[in-house]
């Protein structure tokens, strides 16, 4: 009965949250990356991503908003069941949307709104010291969560823009005592968004929960980054820690395999994709 499970037919073995515990003990770096549809899914997927997530950032690369704010639930379960159709091996997560969490009954009901109905394998939520009771909820009823720390996108207006976070040793103390307080209430892993490289250390060193970082440095478990930024298909600026795989690559597909690569062997991020 579980065979299937576990094999879903491929020549590898899917990814799940053993799986990414097991990449950290072992010191291999997990690629991550996002994705809204079916045929980038089954790109990122053949190129040997091992966590797929449908994040809010559709909102700005898919919808054309300036924020992730107007992202729903009912966006994101559209995106997830498109994206969960091209994957066969990598590990399904799905964000939860502006206020779809604001209490642990609400957090509840939307993760499995995502779980059910989109067939994500892990919920991510931006979340601190205020999210502590939702994360130990979810994590009561055995739904994965990781938990979005230093810029949290969802916040911008509140912050003041999207700005690097940590780089007051106060603040940087308080996120560090988030990430373990996070872990003590049950999340599985942490993205870590935006912070210099010495807090990106200091919260890797902190916590037994694998990290992800995005602008958070090489000294984490893995890496990730929004697709449409590597593909050079986001116009405009893009942010510090971006590369542009698509220099050198003939097609998409290389192009990833070129982030996996660089991922896994540590090439990226360089120190021009780093904060201090
Ligand atoms: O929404 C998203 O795509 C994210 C990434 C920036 C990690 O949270």
Same mark, same amino acid.
């Given at each position: 009965m579980y065979t299937q499970l576990e094999q879903r037919g491929m020549a590898e073995p899917p990814v799940n949250v053993a799986t990414l515990q097991k990449m950290k003990a072992d010191g291999e770096a997990i690629a991550c990356l996002t994705a809204y549809d079916a045929s980038f899914s089954m790109l990122v997927d053949a190129a040997g991503t091992d966590l797929v997530l449908v994040g809010d950032s559709l909102g700005m690369?898919?919808?054309?908003?300036?924020?992730?704010?107007?992202?729903t639930v009912t966006d994101i379960i559209y995106h997830t069941k498109n994206v969960a159709r091209g994957l066969s091996r990598a590990f399904l997560v799905a964000d939860m949307p !502006?206020?779809?969490?604001?209490d642990p009954g609400q957090a509840l009901e939307n993760s499995v709104l995502l779980m059910?109905?989109?067939?994500?394998?892990m919920i991510k939520l931006e979340g601190g010291e205020g999210q502590l009771d939702v994360v130990e909820h979810l994590a009561k009823h055995d739904i994965p969560v990781c938990a979005h720390i230093g810029l949290k996108p969802q916040s911008v207006h509140k912050i003041g823009g999207f700005r690097v976070q940590g780089r007051e040793p106060e603040q940087a103390k308080k996120m560090l005592e988030s990430a373990k307080h996070l872990q003590d209430c049950g999340a599985d892993i942490v993205l870590l968004e935006c912070v210099p490289n010495e807090v990106g250390e200091a919260i890797h060193d902190g916590i037994d929960l694998p990290v992800i970082g995005i602008g958070a440095?090489?000294?984490?478990d893995g890496q990730i980054l929004v697709l449409y930024d590597i593909l050079d298909i986001t116009p405009g600026r893009k942010p510090k !820690?971006?590369?542009? !795989?698509?220099?050198?690559?003939?097609t998409p597909l290389e192009a990833i395999r070129g982030y996996v690569k660089a991922v896994k062997d540590r090439s990226y991020p360089a120190p021009e994709h780093c904060f201090s």
């Open positions: 690369v898919i919808q054309g908003h300036d924020t992730t704010i107007p992202v !502006f206020m779809s969490y604001a059910q109905e989109g067939g994500a394998m440095g090489p000294h984490v !820690f971006v590369r542009n !795989f698509m220099t050198g690559a003939d």
